[in-house]
């Protein structure tokens, strides 16, 4: 069984991680197969935007830590643990927030501890209703990984991510669309429509406009008002090279729908 499913359909690159019965938690083979997909959808022109999600009950409960790969126990020299999580976990999440592509979260079940993250790290997130998100480093007697530390201060404010990252209680898809965790919440057997419903009008869109868009909100959050500014002026400059603006520009005179090719 590939525990890694994918199609393009329609523009849209769909990844979806596929061991039900281990409640999707990540081995090392499906990682890095996550990770070239993510490269790969940034540079091939027939993907406009990429969907992330799982089969099962379960979105990702996590790294497989019954995986050698993964393993917390055995023999180790000094700087082990830290080059395995730069390579790994660190890995994972900057594919998604470095895709050139948008990504979409379409979270079917509960997304603990890494599984967490890579949906955090998505730039939208649907979740189906019956979802839950943890931060079940905790439990573990863990620090967070996977950039958690990063994400959830920017997404919720650090008091309210070291909350639910001291206690490790599961956030319900309600409330974890109340926290702004959460772009939309919908009815468990609509999640695939409404993912599909969004990533296709992504996929019809300008794209470089989209990933240049994407680049400045992500950089925003790490500098100051100065870097945010020269930044998005060199973004105009860049963008402004594109068919598609130039499409953008003409429909706006011509007074008609504009027509974006992605280029």
Not at 48 to 62: L, P
Request: with cysteine; proline share 4%.
């Amino acid at each position: 069984m590939d525990e890694i499913l994918h199609r393009t359909d329609a523009g849209v690159s769909w990844i979806t991680l596929n061991r039900p019965d281990a409640m999707n938690a990540l081995t090392w083979e499906q990682r890095e197969r996550v990770i070239a997909l993510l490269d790969a959808a940034s540079g091939d022109p027939g993907v406009r935007a990429v969907v992330v999600t799982a089969t099962g009950k379960g979105f990702c409960a996590g790294a497989d830590l019954r995986s050698g790969s993964a393993s917390a126990s055995g023999d180790r020299v000094a700087g082990d643990v830290a080059r395995m999580i730069r390579l790994g976990a660190q890995r994972l999440i900057t594919a998604v927030l470095d895709c050139e592509k948008p990504v979409i979260a379409a979270v079917n079940g509960t997304a603990a501890g890494i599984g967490a993250h890579l949906a955090l790290a998505c730039d939208l997130v649907i979740a189906a209703d019956t979802a839950r998100f943890i931060e079940v480093f905790v439990r573990r007697g863990l620090v967070p990984d996977g950039a958690g530390a990063y994400l959830l201060p920017r997404l919720i404010g650090p008091q309210k991510a070291k909350e639910l990252m001291f206690f490790g209680d599961a956030v319900p898809a309600a409330e974890a669309a109340r926290l702004g965790l959460v772009n939309k919440v919908v009815p468990a057997d609509g999640l695939e429509a409404a993912a599909r419903e969004w990533a296709e009008r992504l996929a019809q869109g300008p794209t470089r406009a989209l990933a240049l868009t994407k680049q400045l909100v992500n950089a925003s959050l790490d500098g100051g008002r100065a870097h945010a500014l020269a930044a998005e002026a060199t973004a105009q400059e860049i963008n402004m090279t594109t068919a598609d603006a130039k499409e953008g520009v003409a429909s706006f005179v011509e007074r008609r729908t504009p027509k974006y090719l992605g280029r």
